[in-house]
């Protein structure tokens, strides 16, 4: 996903995870008419409401003085 000799602000401790966007939008799902299209799955349903694509959760380093901030 990134490559560390041209950035440091990644926090590499923490490594990554993966967010399974079919069980976190459960609880969401507010439709009385429709099932919920993660239960039974249906990837067409789904991806209409919902990313069909699977999100990374990761930790930055936010340093107070930054290479992206113009010296004045």
Known sequence: MYNSTYTSEIDETY???VINLIDVMKPYWTSTTDPYPGDPYDHNTFKQYYSDHHP?????????SDDDQMNN
């Open 15 to 17: 490594d990554f995870v």
């Open 56 to 64: 990374v959760l990761f930790w930055m380093i936010v340093p107070e």
